[in-house]
């Protein structure tokens, strides 16, 4: 059974920073696509940040763009999200997600998912 462990939310003051962690179960990790999506209340989930499983390469929301950082480690079957000059708007329940697609951006690209972790972020 795949399981996907985020951790590393909780709660920051403006302008700080969260680094999110996401071990993966996958046997085959290193030929997934890893993606973060969020959701706040009363909102869809939304993309994030995206990093293919070949090359390294990245995709980012306008929103994160320049403040936001995914990498993976696959030795550690691990994908990471640095968060940096936080906004209240950040605030969000994350969530990491594995998939097929090389570059996928949107929710049903995606074929496992984590519990997720909140972040929360004070004015």
């Known amino acids: 059974q795949v399981q996907l462990v985020e951790s590393g939310g909780g709660l920051v003051q403006a302008g700080g920073s969260l680094r999110l962690s996401c071990a993966a179960s996958?046997?085959?990790?290193?030929?997934?696509?890893m993606g973060w999506f969020r959701q706040a209340p009363g909102k869809e989930r939304e993309f994030v940040a995206t990093?293919?499983?070949?090359?390294?390469?990245?995709n980012y929301a306008d929103s994160v763009k320049g403040r936001y950082t995914i990498s993976r480690d696959n030795a550690k079957n691990t994908v990471y999200l640095q968060m940096n000059s936080l906004k209240p708007e950040d605030t969000a329940v994350y969530y990491c997600a594995a998939g097929r697609k090389f570059i996928a951006t949107i929710v049903s690209e995606y074929d496992y998912w984590g519990q997720g972790t909140q972040v929360t972020v004070s004015s």
């Open positions: 990093i293919a499983y070949i090359g390294g390469i990245t």
């Open positions: 996958l046997r085959t990790f290193s030929t997934y696509t």
